[in-house]
């Protein structure tokens, strides 16, 4: 996905409400996708993450999705809590010979409203 | 488990001073660490990588020269910011990847962040 962003889109969710965020990526050698969350002046958690050779991977209230055909993966919050506010962003480990180095997606803010 | 940590959490410095930022692997080895950094409302920019024992490799735009990074240990890197200037001010991120043993292959700990604020 793009790493550079002069502003991050914002999705807003009634609480209760699932949501389901997307990113594009751009490298088709990428073998690892991670998402994670990002509180304010906090470091990224880490949520779930994928690899290259599934499409579905299903954790605790929180669904990842990978379309390699279009280099697409969502993340899907069921039953979003205020808890769940915070920027989300899309990682793409850069391929076997990249020693891990991930690249990260713009992000999204997610509003939950009461 | 797999906890990483940053000191300073914040710090306020003059301008053309030197800043140190620690990122320390708490209950793990990490061979390699990765340093960040990151704009408000802006994602994540790698700016380095950081290998035990090794020279660090920076990514294209990143001047070694201005970030000096040292990788002593298995749990310590070291990110110092010579010479810093206000648009050196930003929030800067370390994360830890485990060498083996319990942790998920490749799985990368992030460190909370150190915000530097050059006046």
């Known amino acids: 996905g793009e790493s550079v962003g002069l502003h991050l889109p914002t999705l807003s969710v009634q609480e209760g409400d699932n949501s389901i965020i997307n990113c594009a990526y751009s490298?088709?050698?990428?073998?690892?996708f991670i998402w994670y969350k990002q509180e304010s002046g906090k470091g990224p958690q880490f949520i779930i993450d994928?690899?290259?050779?599934?499409d579905k991977r299903q954790g605790q209230r929180v669904t990842v999705l990978l379309n390699k055909t279009v280099k697409h993966l969502s993340l899907q919050i069921a039953a979003t809590q205020p808890g769940d506010s915070a920027v989300y962003f899309c990682?793409?480990?850069?391929?076997?010979?990249?020693?891990?180095?991930?690249?990260f997606g713009a992000g999204t803010q997610v509003v939950v409203t009461p | 488990g797999a906890v990483v940590s940053q000191h300073p959490s914040r710090v306020i410095c003059k301008s053309g001073t030197s800043v140190k930022i620690e990122c320390r692997s708490l209950?793990?080895?990490?061979?390699?660490m990765f340093w960040y950094r990151q704009f408000p409302k802006q994602s994540l920019m790698l700016m380095a990588t950081?290998?035990?024992?090794?020279?660090?490799?920076?990514e294209q735009g990143v001047e070694k020269d201005k970030f000096l990074i040292n990788h002593a240990s298995l749990t310590l890197s070291t990110l110092t910011v010579t010479s810093a200037h206000p648009e050196d001010s930003s929030f800067y991120i370390c994360?830890?990847?485990?060498?083996?043993?319990?942790?998920?292959?490749?799985?990368?700990?992030f460190g909370p962040g150190t915000r530097l604020t050059v006046l």
């Open positions: 990682a793409e480990n850069m391929g076997a010979d990249s020693w891990g180095k991930l690249q």
């Open positions: 994360s830890a990847r485990a060498t083996s043993g319990e942790f998920v292959w490749n799985e990368q700990f």
């Open positions: 209950d793990f080895q990490a061979t390699t």
């Open positions: 950081s290998n035990e024992g090794s020279k660090a490799t920076y």
């Open positions: 490298n088709s050698a990428s073998d690892y």
């Open positions: 994928i690899r290259s050779n599934m």
